[in-house]
Structures are given as C-alpha cells and as structure tokens.
C-alpha cells in the first residue's frame, strides 16, 4: 500500500491531533506516512508511538519554511530522515518567533474591527509550537465572524497583496535550508513546486543538491506532474507523493491519502545514502 508523505498536525497549523493523523492513515489503508509539520519536530515521536500502536509506519519529518530572497517567492521544503534534529533547532526556533511576532502585529489591526484577542487565539494555538494565521482564524469562526478558515473574511484580512492585515514573516534563504539540511544529515525534498512557482529555479535547487521532488500533490495538474516525473528521472533525484493534509485547516479539502507515494520510491527513500 502506498505512502503519504505531507501530513500537518495540531503540531503545527493542521486540525488534527497526531494521534488522529496515523489513525486516520490506518483507516485509509495506508502503510506509512510523514509527519511534517511546519519548521518543528514536535509531534514526530509521538506519531512513531502510534504508528508503531497502529501498525504504520511514521518518517520523522518536517516542512520547512524558506524564502528564495532573488525572486521574491516563498519555498517550502521538506526534511526527512535526518539524524541530527538539532542541527535545525536555531531555524525553527528563529521562524517560530517570527511567526508569533507576525501575528502579534496582525491581531492589533483586526482586534479593531472584530471582537477577539490575542489571548483567544493564544487558547486555540495551544497544542501548536506557535500562532499561524489558522489559529486567528479559528477564533473569528468561534466568535461568529466566519464559517470557514480560508474564505472572503480571509482574504479580507490576509491577502497577500490587499489584506488590511497582511503580514511578511523573516524566512530563512532557501539554499541555506538545503545545506542545512544536509548538515542534519537528512534528506531535502522540494515540496509542491508549482503552490509558489519554483518551477523556474528547479535546476538552480538541483544543482544546490536538493535531493528529491514531491512529484503527486494536490494542486499540481497531470501536466506538471509529468514534467516533474522527467525533471527528476534525469537527474536521478527522489520523487514524493503528499496530500499536504491539514484536516478541515485548508482551502480546498483534500482527505488524508489524495495523494501518495509508491512503495519502491517509499524505499529508495528510506534507504538513500547521499553520494
């Protein structure tokens, strides 16, 4: 049975509980999955406990937040396997303070306009390593002001050109993340690369030494997927397949195992030694 190797957690800016995530890959027929919440290891462990409860098997993984600083463009890239966590800590401590800041600054704007606070959303980022934009959006859900987290009240407050309370988090360079990555010992895995077009710098990630592509996601056409397949065929690289799972925490929903990977790029994977 196939893999799915993007799953977000309560960890991070996902809806579910990690023991929920593998429970649900068990329901779902899946044989192993990828806990990569957002710039944190935190809810790994206890995904392997339940994997190990549940008869699944969990990849220690994260998706990592980064910025390509000469295009302007966002960069998510994400880590697997890697022995030496902490080689990765002073990033992720880093982004989580950023990011909290970032809210802190947003919610002084929208508390003008809507009745909830900072200590309300602070409530509902509780099992998270920090506050996302999820997290404020939860509370407008409770407070009434919404019934969706990425709808028009989200776009009214966060677009990323016309959000009267956009925010810009300090990411880290995308190709320090790569090397820091390997540092870590762990694998370096492009994540959907047509959601902030990377496309145009794949072979510049290539040549930097990222070490796979998530090739199956679910925003990305048949298409794309194809041009992705030869991309990494080429060039001897990893492929991944991930749903990008956040539970009811998304834009367009998408049930954990929409999109997976095969057991033989599951194991070449698993058994990669960089050269």
């Known amino acids: 049975m196939p893999a799915d190797l993007h799953c977000h957690s309560k960890c991070s800016d996902g809806a579910t509980s990690v023991q929920n995530v593998v429970r649900l890959a068990k329901l779902t027929g899946l044989n192993a999955i990828a806990l990569t919440d957002h710039d944190t290891f935190k809810g790994v462990e206890e995904a392997q406990f339940y994997g190990k409860k549940y008869g699944i098997e969990v990849i220690h993984g994260a998706e990592i937040s980064a910025y390509d600083f000469e295009r302007e463009r966002q960069v998510h890239m994400l880590c697997y396997n890697c022995r030496k966590p902490e080689v990765l800590s002073v990033i992720f401590e880093k982004s ?49 002001y919404t019934e969706r987290v ?57 040549a930097k030494g990222i070490d796979g592509i998530e090739c199956w996601y679910p925003r990305g056409t ?31 929903i998408n049930p954990i195992g929409t999109c997976t990977t095969s057991d033989d790029d599951l194991r070449r994977l698993i058994n990669f030694k960089r050269q």
């Open 96 to 144: 989580k303070q950023d990011r909290y800041q970032a809210m802190q600054n947003s919610m002084k704007k929208i508390s003008e306009i809507y009745a909830i606070n900072m200590e309300m959303v602070e409530e509902n980022a509780k099992e998270s390593t920090t506050v996302f934009k999820s997290h404020i959006m939860y509370t407008l859900m409770e407070a009434g």
């Open 150 to 206: 990425y709808g028009d009240l989200y776009r009214k407050i966060f677009d990323w050109k016309t959000g009267f309370a956009r925010t810009k988090i300090a990411y880290p360079d995308v190709y320090e993340v790569i090397d820091l990555i390997h540092q870590a010992e762990g694998i370096a895995v492009l994540a959907h690369p047509t959601v902030y077009d990377t496309m145009p710098v794949i072979d510049k990630m290539i």
């Open 222 to 252: 048949q298409e794309v997927t194809n041009k992705l397949l030869a991309i990494t065929e080429e060039h001897h690289l990893l492929r991944t397949g991930g749903t990008d799972f956040h539970g009811y925490s998304a834009g367009k």
